[in-house]
């Protein structure tokens, strides 16, 4: 069986550490990160080696940034999302590997929903959408995973009612999101646990939030 992860790793040379310890303890086939916040020359390339990967990445300094690690080779078959060649975000990787095609994705934040980052994620989730359809359409097995920045539901948000009026919670990107499972993906965690609440994957660093799991379920 193939294991496929997802990780918004925040930095991977602040967390190198803890991706390698990771790697070697879990050992999955395919991991999509996210947040690597690293520009090629600045990828940990003979670490990822070391642990027994091929990598495939574009990134920023400081922003965003997008990998895959794979133990099969990596053919590269995007860079950027369709749709927009000013957008200079590194934010999609789209790749094919292991017999599968499939996408490292940072969907943008939206917040504060007042300025422009909000149409901003919604026009990036827009294209994603047209992209999706075009990709689902060639008939490969398609995985795409990542931090989408989106909370689809309430049973994926500790406090729904305190978290309604926020970018990863309003009802236009939850929409997008229900769009892209109609196209026929599935939300891999509900298909194994459609009424939980939560599990979380992400849990403000203030207040204790983590220890007391006041997270959200935005990673997919």
């Not at 080696?49 to 997008?66: E, F, L, R, S």
């Not at 990709?135 to 994926?156: E, H, Y």
């Amino acid at each position: 069986m193939l294991t496929i992860a997802s990780w918004n790793v925040n930095s991977i040379k602040a967390r190198l550490a803890h991706l390698q310890r990771w790697l070697a303890d879990f050992g999955p086939d395919v991991v999509l990160l996210q947040e690597t916040k690293a520009i090629r020359e600045a990828f940990p390339w003979q670490e990822i080696t070391d642990a027994g990967y091929n990598a495939a990445t574009v990134g920023q300094k400081t922003y965003n940034g997008v990998a895959v690690l794979s133990r099969r080779p990596i053919d590269v078959l995007a860079t950027a999302l369709p749709g927009d060649d000013g957008d200079d975000q590194a934010r999609y990787l789209e790749v094919f590997t292991a017999g599968f095609r499939g996408a490292s994705l940072y969907v943008p934040n939206g917040n504060p929903v007042e300025s422009v980052k909000f149409p901003y994620k919604l026009g990036w989730l827009d294209r994603c959408y047209r992209h999706a359809e075009s990709v689902l359409a060639s008939g490969d097995c398609v995985v795409f995973g990542g931090d989408f920045n989106i909370a689809p539901a309430a049973n994926d948000v500790y406090d729904p009612d305190g978290w309604k009026n926020d970018a990863l919670c309003r009802p236009e990107s939850r929409a997008v999101f229900r769009k892209l499972l109609y196209l026929g993906l599935i939300d891999a965690l509900r298909a194994r646990a459609p009424d939980a609440v939560g599990p979380y994957t992400w849990w403000d660093y203030r207040r204790g939030a983590f220890a007391a799991d006041e997270g959200l379920r935005i990673d997919h």
